[in-house]
């Protein structure tokens, strides 16, 4: 019995070399994921530029995130019937052949084909390597684990904006759109190479008509929000997707409800502990729109600043996002009631930062804005070990796959449902004259007291709802 005690509580144990080399794997392919998604954003304009296509940068953008809003749900349920192993080194290769085709491809469509299919590549597997890190890991060791993906992003970001910017300015732009692959194919090799596919015995059932409706639901009201504030919400196409999508939602649950091996177990949500957490993670997402598109509007067109100085706001909370997540994870992970914790100190950071963001005036001091994007930093470093693993600690190991999954999912969404809300707070308050800074002022404003609010929302939901689950459980 002792020795059984003693056995660690791993759902996929494996010798310590392969255990370690499928953790550089997940790091490699979180890399790669945040690597393209910075690489994208820089190069967007002279890739569209070379092909003589400017007027599709918004579109351009759309693709690349309905791709992975699409397939994040879709990539956890197939790993879960297909095994873990396949559903990262398939969709890895698609996305690493895409991504080489899209280097030497110079004509718009073929590119934009391209951009969704590595979108939904990347949607496939970017949910699995948080998966595996629970799987393959003891509970106590998940939060420091999701802190090394939490560096991985963050690094492979910085990082490779930089050197993308760098690589074109020198005239590489082919080689700046190569480079993300480079730790995409080692996380394929190392977690081909050493992850055993489990996947469930007997025939699988996959849910197509639950895929076709989450397809319809997303792509209508995704291109609806995003388009809306651009042409008008009474504009007929946009009234059309947002009812087609509302529509669809309707019967993706009717049918979800009825399949065999649902796409999105409804069950899910009858765990009002999970449930809770999805939104906490929604919320604690929410601000970031504001913070990376906002703030940098309030010091240049409020304040004055300088591009240079508005281009460098984000770079102590880079710094601090490197380095805080591990450590902040192996605390987390000493005590199970660390986590709640953890999500309690995030939320009033991010508030309080938000606040001290919606005062800004023309004499705000730039500092203010280098102190309170800082503290979101250390902020994001306690919700990044905290509400992922405490999510999966709620979900039986035939839901691990999905549940991660739409943890991913929501998290992504939020993004999209904060900018069309922003989008529409900073236009009421700039419709009169959009150039004036007086204006522009309330506007930015406006966006952050939103922003301040929604996560004061998420901070009583984990003093008043999480904690008390958490501790009833002994935590």
């Given at each position: 019995?002792?020795?059984?005690?003693?056995?660690?509580?791993?759902?996929?144990?494996?010798?310590?070399?392969?255990?370690?080399?499928?953790?550089?794997?997940?790091?490699?392919?979180?890399?790669?994921?945040?690597?393209?998604?910075?690489v994208?954003?820089?190069?967007?304009?002279?890739?569209?530029?070379?092909?003589?296509?400017?007027?599709?940068?918004?579109?351009?953008?759309?693709?690349?995130?309905?791709?992975?809003?699409?397939?994040?749900p879709?990539?956890?349920?197939?790993?879960?019937?297909?095994?873990?192993?396949?559903?990262?080194?398939?969709?890895?290769?698609?996305?690493?052949?895409?991504?080489?085709?899209?280097?030497?491809?110079?004509?718009?469509?073929?590119?934009?084909?391209?951009?969704?299919?590595?979108?939904?590549?990347?949607?496939?597997?970017?949910?699995?390597?948080?998966?595996?890190?629970?799987?393959?890991?003891?509970?106590?060791?998940?939060?420091?684990?999701?802190g090394?993906?939490?560096?991985a992003?963050?690094?492979?970001?910085?990082?490779?904006?930089?050197?993308?910017?760098?690589?074109?300015?020198?005239?590489?732009?082919?080689?700046?759109?190569?480079?993300?692959?480079?730790?995409?194919?080692?996380?394929?090799?190392?977690?081909?190479?050493?992850?055993?596919?489990?996947?469930r015995?007997?025939?699988?059932?996959?849910?197509?008509?639950?895929?076709?409706?989450?397809?319809?639901?997303?792509?209508?009201?995704?291109?609806?929000?995003?388009?809306?504030?651009?042409?008008?919400?009474?504009?007929?196409?946009?009234?059309?997707?947002?009812?087609?999508?509302?529509?669809?939602?309707?019967?993706?649950?009717?049918?979800?409800?009825?399949?065999?091996?649902?796409?999105?177990?409804?069950?899910?949500?009858?765990?009002?502990?999970?449930?809770?957490?999805?939104?906490?993670?929604?919320?604690?997402?929410?601000?970031?729109?504001?913070m990376?598109?906002?703030?940098?509007?309030?010091?240049?067109?409020?304040?004055?600043?300088?591009?240079t100085?508005?281009?460098?706001?984000?770079?102590?909370?880079?710094?601090?996002?490197?380095?805080?997540?591990?450590?902040?994870?192996?605390?987390?992970?000493?005590?199970?009631g660390?986590?709640?914790?953890?999500?309690?100190?995030?939320?009033p950071?991010?508030?309080?930062?938000?606040?001290?963001l919606?005062?800004?005036?023309?004499?705000?001091?730039?500092?203010?804005?280098?102190?309170?994007?800082?503290?979101?930093?250390?902020?994001?470093?306690?919700?990044?070990?905290?509400?992922?693993?405490?999510?999966q600690?709620?979900?039986?190991?035939?839901?691990?796959?999905?549940?991660?999954?739409?943890?991913?999912?929501?998290?992504?969404?939020?993004?999209?449902?904060?900018?069309?809300?922003?989008?529409?707070?900073?236009?009421?308050?700039?419709?009169?004259?959009?150039?004036?800074?007086?204006?522009?002022?309330?506007?930015?404003?406006?966006?952050?007291?939103i922003?301040?609010?929604?996560?004061?929302?998420?901070?009583?939901?984990?003093?008043?709802?999480?904690?008390?689950?958490?501790?009833?459980?002994?935590?």
């Amino acid at each position: 019995m002792a020795e059984q005690a003693q056995q660690p509580q791993v759902a996929v144990p494996l010798p310590p070399a392969k255990k370690r080399a499928v953790e550089i794997g997940c790091v490699c392919m979180m890399l790669s994921v945040a690597m393209y998604g910075l690489v994208f954003a820089t190069l967007t304009s002279p890739i569209l530029e070379s092909v003589d296509a400017m007027g599709y940068v918004s579109l351009f953008t759309i693709f690349a995130s309905l791709g992975v809003c699409i397939m994040t749900p879709i990539g956890g349920k197939l790993g879960d019937l297909v095994g873990r192993r396949n559903i990262v080194v398939i969709p890895g290769i698609v996305c690493l052949v895409c991504g080489i085709a899209f280097a030497f491809v110079r004509s718009l469509v073929p590119l934009m084909v391209l951009r969704l299919l590595i979108g939904f590549a990347q949607g496939a597997f970017t949910a699995a390597p948080y998966i595996i890190m629970g799987l393959i890991n003891e509970r106590k060791d998940v939060p420091k684990a999701m802190g090394l993906l939490a560096t991985a992003i963050t690094v492979g970001g910085f990082g490779g904006s930089i050197i993308a910017g760098a690589l074109t300015d020198a005239g590489h732009l082919t080689a700046a759109i190569l480079m993300p692959g480079i730790p995409l194919t080692a996380g394929i090799l190392l977690i081909g190479l050493n992850l055993p596919n489990m996947k469930r015995p007997g025939k699988v059932q996959i849910d197509v008509a639950g895929i076709v409706a989450l397809v319809v639901t997303l792509t209508c009201i995704m291109l609806a929000l995003n388009f809306g504030s651009a042409i008008g919400w009474a504009n007929p196409a946009i009234l059309a997707g947002l009812v087609v999508g509302i529509a669809a939602l309707f019967v993706l649950v009717k049918i979800e409800k009825g399949a065999p091996e649902p796409l999105i177990p409804l069950r899910l949500f009858k765990n009002s502990e999970y449930t809770v957490l999805l939104i906490v993670g929604f919320i604690c997402y929410f601000y970031m729109t504001a913070m990376n598109t906002y703030a940098s509007v309030g010091a240049l067109n409020v304040m004055g600043t300088t591009k240079t100085v508005a281009g460098s706001l984000q770079f102590p909370r880079t710094i601090l996002t490197m380095i805080l997540p591990t450590a902040i994870g192996a605390w987390v992970g000493k005590k199970s009631g660390n986590a709640w914790k953890a999500m309690a100190i995030a939320t009033p950071l991010v508030a309080g930062s938000m606040f001290a963001l919606g005062f800004t005036t023309a004499g705000t001091p730039v500092l203010v804005y280098f102190v309170a994007i800082t503290v979101t930093g250390v902020a994001e470093s306690f919700r990044a070990v905290s509400i992922t693993p405490s999510a999966q600690a709620t979900l039986p190991p035939a839901d691990m796959g999905v549940g991660t999954s739409l943890v991913n999912f929501v998290n992504s969404l939020a993004n999209t449902v904060a900018a069309t809300i922003f989008g529409v707070a900073y236009n009421l308050n700039t419709a009169a004259d959009p150039t004036d800074p007086a204006l522009i002022q309330n506007g930015v404003n406006a966006v952050f007291f939103i922003a301040a609010i929604v996560t004061l929302v998420g901070f009583a939901l984990v003093i008043f709802v999480i904690r008390p689950k958490m501790e009833a459980k002994g935590a």
